[in-house]
């Protein structure tokens, strides 16, 4: 079940999420909100995994709801569905570029397409857990999307692979909106030119006529044959590298010679591939013109991203195999993990690594009010922030939330921890049935 808070006075959206919730009911159950402080005191008890932004209602500072995600790290999880008036102030936020956004929409495209939202939010659930919650993978993750042609879809699946990538510490938080712009752009260029062949002085022509490109997509997919074309997009993710490939199925286009032209800033348009070679590496297209594939480096053991609060704490710099703390040493102090990583050893064994996705060294010591459970070295250089225990505790106090997102934290490892016990529960009945074992050796 997906937590949904929207903030908003109007009846049209409320009467539309209710009723589309009721048509998910298995999947999504929302609250509503009419006041600012109390709608960001709920995101910050909650952590919704989707928050619908209301800027029509009177009354709601959106703009001061969107401002208090964006300052916090911690507050990025899921993603927000902005409503606007009208479709210029549509085109105003997305110029933000703020990566929590999947999208903007005018009230009437709300109410016609929030359903759909919603189906492609389920289908795609895994890309809505929040920054930390993951346990960092390693080898390899691939998969595919595919979109119809639609402005919407584009911009959803664009912003499913970025935020990802971003939460996951994959990407900086500076590459993620290169990444954005480079993915919206090529998606772009499917969509208009490839699947609806709209041509160079088409779209000039009707850009300079002052309507929206929007207008004219929707146009084109009158004729069946061009609104059963769909957009394919898949994914390759390592540790050193992330894969794209978009691929259209239209005609395809020379891109010999966009690439290779001059940039002309008075045009409405056409600048996209252009852009995009600034943005990502290593941009390709077949021959036809129809698919182009690019790529971007991982960041490797990135820094996480310091919340204001905590910038006044003491930056701890370590050098490789430094001490932070021994076992049963009293634990005075709880450590947020900016960058490096470290070893975990219990009783002189090697138990774990830690690395900035942890987040923390030392919650389990600072919760149990006990002395520490390990020693922990640092591999290589690092930064920790130190936090006194009384200042950590007046910081929840002031901000729950983040001992809401310490305990989530928590518990995603103990899941993680009671999937290996079952694992390894499983390999040793399946043992027991090849060969005997003593039980002594079972039971331990």
């Not at 998910?24 to 006041?35: C, G, P, Q």
């Not at 056409?270 to 297209?285: A, C, W």
């Not at 070893?343 to 923390?360: G, H, Q, R």
Request: hydrophobic residues 35%.
């Amino acid at each position: 079940m997906k937590k949904i808070i929207a903030i908003t006075t109007n009846k049209k959206v409320i009467s539309t999420i209710q009723e589309t919730c009721n048509e998910y009911a298995t999947h999504f159950d929302a609250d509503f909100y009419s006041d600012t402080q109390e709608a960001i005191s709920f995101i910050s008890y909650g952590l919704p995994e989707i928050k619908v932004l209301d800027f029509t209602s009177e009354g709601v500072d959106c703009h001061q709801i969107l401002s208090t995600i964006s300052a916090d790290p911690w507050l990025h999880n899921g993603g927000i569905i902005a409503i606007v008036g009208r479709q210029s102030e549509v085109q105003a936020i997305e110029k933000k570029k703020d990566p929590n956004i999947l999208i903007v929409q005018t009230l009437t495209a709300f109410c016609n397409d929030f359903s759909r939202i919603l189906q492609l939010l389920w289908n795609n659930q895994q890309f809505l857990f929040n920054r930390g919650m993951q346990e960092q993978l390693r080898g390899r993750e691939s998969g595919s999307f595919i979109c119809e042609n639609d402005p919407r879809d584009i911009r959803v699946y664009a912003s499913f692979l970025v935020n990802y990538l971003y939460s996951t510490n994959r990407v900086t938080y500076d590459d993620r909106f290169a990444l954005q712009t480079a993915l919206m752009e090529l998606l772009t260029n499917a969509l208009e030119h490839g699947n609806c062949n709209i041509s160079f002085t088409e779209k000039t022509s009707w850009l300079f006529s002052g309507k929206e490109m929007i207008d004219l997509i929707m146009e084109k997919n009158k004729d069946p044959e061009i609104a059963a074309k769909r957009i394919h997009i898949s994914y390759l993710i390592t540790n050193e590298k992330s894969y794209f490939k978009i691929k259209d199925e239209g005609k395809g286009f020379d891109w010999h010679y966009q690439m290779s032209r001059e940039e002309d800033e008075t045009q409405l348009h056409g600048r996209g591939i252009m852009l995009s070679q600034g943005l990502v590496s290593n941009i390709k297209y077949n021959e036809k013109g129809n698919q182009v594939s690019f790529e971007m480096n991982n960041i490797q053991l990135h820094s996480n991203t310091i919340p204001g609060i905590m910038e006044t704490f003491e930056m701890v710099h370590l050098t490789d195999k430094q001490v932070v703390c021994r076992q049963n040493e009293p634990s005075t102090d709880l450590y947020f993990i900016v960058s490096g990583r470290y070893a975990v050893y219990a009783e002189k064994k090697l138990v774990s690594v830690l690395t900035p996705n942890d987040m923390f060294i030392g919650e389990m010591a600072f919760l149990l009010n006990d002395r520490r459970s390990a020693t922990i070295l640092a591999v290589g250089n690092g930064k920790l922030l130190r936090i006194p225990k009384s200042a950590f505790l007046n910081l929840i106090r002031k901000n729950p939330h983040y001992g809401i997102f310490l305990s989530k934290l928590l518990a995603q490892r103990l899941l993680r921890q009671t999937q290996k016990t079952i694992k390894l529960s499983s390999k040793l009945n399946e043992l027991k049935s090849i060969i005997e074992i003593p039980d002594y050796i079972s039971e331990v």
